[in-house]
């Protein structure tokens, strides 16, 4: 649901990337767990600035306890978030989805949706080889994804050969 970045000020807020649609969402799903075992995070507080909430969480009271919280991933139970319909899914309904070619030959299964900072990625397992690869995850690379077929489409962009010019 979000990851808790650097803090911010000297009254321990941290700064929160949040993964919702509505970023402020994310303080309304009441205790959040963590990658931490044992560390249950509740928002007391938050507001949004350019591109993160900025919060304040209970028990966090200055900089030092705020710096500690770098990293740490925030989770809610599935059974919280609203239902999907038609098109919209979460990226965890992706994970573990077969990625097929247009031909329907299976290249790998989709083990991760990182975002490194350019948009959605997706990890794809090769299960000959074990190597992972990284597809944009746009319409153009992937056309179709039906979670409940447990597959999606994937339309590799073109590779130029050695000695080619990459196309405009």
């Known amino acids: 649901m979000g990851r808790i970045g650097a803090a911010h000020g000297i009254k321990g807020e941290v700064r929160i990337q949040s993964f919702t649609e509505d970023p402020l969402a994310l303080a309304s799903y009441g205790p959040l767990s963590t990658n931490k075992p044992g560390l249950t995070i509740k928002i007391l507080a938050a507001r949004t600035t350019t591109n993160v909430l900025v919060a304040r969480l209970e028990g ?15 989770y809610v139970d599935r059974a919280l978030l609203p239902d999907t319909d038609g098109d919209d899914f979460y990226h965890a ?71 080619e010019e990459e196309p405009d």
Do not use: Q
């Open 93 to 163: 309904d992706l994970i573990g989805l077969k990625a097929r070619l247009a031909d329907g030959s299976e290249i790998g299964e989709v083990m991760a949706v990182p975002n490194f900072g350019a948009g959605d990625l997706l990890e794809i397992r090769d299960p000959r080889s074990g190597d992972t690869y990284l597809y944009p995850f746009s319409k153009a690379v992937v056309p179709e994804v039906r979670v409940a077929e447990g597959y999606l489409l994937i339309d590799p962009p073109i590779e130029a050969e050695p000695g």
């Open 60 to 74: 966090i009271n200055d900089r030092n306890a705020a710096e500690k919280l770098n990293g740490v991933e925030l």
